[in-house]
């Protein structure tokens, strides 16, 4: 506007084009048509001077009416055509070009868009109404959280029954098949029943995309239960619209709130308040809110199986020399008495129990990061006695108690070699028991030895006192006290 207010003064003070043009840098016919469009207004013919949306529209040059036709002819030839044998705006081209005719791509992709979006077949969505206890659909969903004081991405397993529209959430740190299955399990335990069908997009975890049928190891899941698994068409979420939508609410109503816990479980725990309290509360166009609608599709669903399915999984590992098993690019230690040979993994939800046949040789925690380590100290005892010196530098040092790093630090760091009796009582009690009789001994200002910590971990805090059984109902006979004149009288 600065620039135009310029041209109308020095127009009005010149009254030539020319002139106006060579003081300002522009050329002649811009400051003839900004005079034109200011006179235009000043005579009531235009409203503004700029006008607020500038079309130019050029005419088609190489798109004629003759080209048109032929575009729109092949294009019409695709209805009749399986989906993977219509002509694409690429192949259209090749067909023009090989006529005579001179066109671009541009030119034909954009005119087959314009056809396309007047001519093709508009998709239309059944409304589905599924049974009382018939249907349940499954999804993944992501939710941003802080736990421990790491802010990053945790799955969200959500399970919604569609009738009564009951919703189950989960927080997990992977999308693996055992997740998906321990979700299952728990949306069993918690409604106590079994829906006849669930549905899922195509996840890798529950449909086999290649082979064109559920996993193998879902379907014994699946069939333990009784229920029958679905999947959803290739690119057609909304099958199981539901639970598409379901996953935002919960998300929000959840998790806006409060985002910050110490651990999973803590987050966890928070989720099935939440969730208890949504699953009480009307919804809109529903006649029962879902807790009473569940205790309706009670009455349709499956009784839970007697027996559990075991969800784990066996690997087998190689001890290496480090005396390390690796899963999934964790490690985890095992007793350095065992020699370096090959092991199974007995791989759980939360935990990963290493076997030597059927003997537990080790149990850990199962990690859910990448490249960890979860070490027990007392699994290296044996070789400290060999190598005292390598306890200084040793990485399993750093995956100890607080208390215990300190003990070494404070006492033992020059000479490693007397800390070896106190792994010995770790090997025989435990960390834990440890780390007790340490902070008993530091509260009483007493030495911390090997022999004032063995006498903390092995002595009673309360004396053991056998019970006595005394049946509760029982019968004395009334005493004739003659026989007792009778002995005395000898």
């Known amino acids: 506007m600065a ?17 106006v043009a060579r003081d300002l840098g522009f050329s002649r016919n811009t400051v003839k048509r900004h005079i034109n469009r200011i006179n235009d207004v000043r005579e009531g013919r235009a409203e503004t001077i700029n006008p607020k949306s500038r079309q130019v529209k050029q005419p088609a040059r190489v798109l004629t009416p003759e080209i048109c036709q032929l575009i729109h002819t092949y294009l019409e030839s695709n209805l009749e055509k399986p989906k993977k044998q219509r002509l694409t705006a690429k192949r259209i081209l090749d067909l023009l070009l090989n006529a005579g005719h001179k066109i671009g791509y541009t030119s034909v ?21 599924p049974k009382e206890g018939a ?16 802010c990053k991405d945790y799955s969200l397993a959500s399970i919604v029954l569609p009738y009564s529209l009951y919703r189950f959430g989960r927080l997990y740190q992977r999308e693996t098949q055992q997740d998906v299955i321990h979700a299952h399990i728990e949306f069993f335990k918690e409604i106590d029943a ?47 619209g539901t639970d598409e939508e379901s996953i935002g609410y919960i998300r929000k109503a959840v998790f806006s709130e409060k985002t910050s816990f110490e651990t999973l479980n803590e987050a966890n725990d928070w989720l099935r308040t939440r969730l208890a309290t949504i699953n009480n509360q009307p919804v809109y166009r529903r006649d029962l809110v879902p ?3 569940l205790k309706r599709e009670h009455e349709y669903m499956r009784q839970l199986p007697v ?16 005396s390390f098993a690796a899963c999934d690019t964790n490690r985890y230690s ?13 791989v759980q939800i939360d935990k990963i129990e290493l076997l030597d046949g059927d003997t537990v040789i080790a ?63 770790i090997k025989a009690t435990s960390e834990q028991a440890l780390c007790y009789a340490v902070d008993l001994l530091m509260e009483s200002d007493m030495p911390v030895t090997v022999d004032t910590l063995r006498f903390f971990i092995c002595q009673q805090p309360h004396q053991l006192i056998e019970p006595l059984d005394f049946p509760s109902n029982f019968q004395v006979n009334e005493q004739d006290l003659q026989v007792y004149d009778r002995l005395m009288e000898g």
């Open 3 to 19: 620039e135009i207010k310029r041209i109308t003064e020095l127009y009005d003070l010149h009254k030539s084009h020319k002139r």
């Open 109 to 129: 992709k954009d005119e087959v868009s314009r056809w396309k979006s007047q001519h093709s077949p508009r998709e239309v969505f059944i409304l589905q109404e």
């Open 135 to 150: 249907r349940a659909e499954f999804d993944w969903g992501a939710v941003n959280l802080t736990i421990g004081g790491i």
């Open 194 to 240: 079994v829906p006849n069908e669930f549905f899922y997009d195509r996840m890798a975890t529950v449909y086999d995309s290649k082979q064109k049928k559920i996993n193998e190891r879902f379907m014994e899941f699946s069939m333990l239960y009784g229920v029958t698994p679905c999947v959803c068409n290739p690119r057609s979420p909304q099958e199981k």
């Open 291 to 293: 807790s009473e609608g």
């Open 307 to 322: 027996l559990e399915y075991s969800n784990y999984e066996l690997k087998r590992c190689r001890i290496s020399r480090y």
């Open 334 to 346: 095992v007793p350095d008495t065992y020699r370096g040979r090959d092991i199974t993994l007995k």
């Open 363 to 425: 149990t850990h925690p199962r990690l859910s990061g990448k490249r960890q380590y979860s070490l027990q100290i007392s699994h290296f005892v044996k070789t400290f006695h060999k190598k005292p010196g390598a306890i200084r530098n040793a990485k399993v040092l750093k995956h100890m108690e607080a208390q215990l790093q300190e003990l070494f630090d404070r006492y033992y760091k020059d000479n490693p070699k007397e800390f070896l009796p106190i792994l010995d009582l």
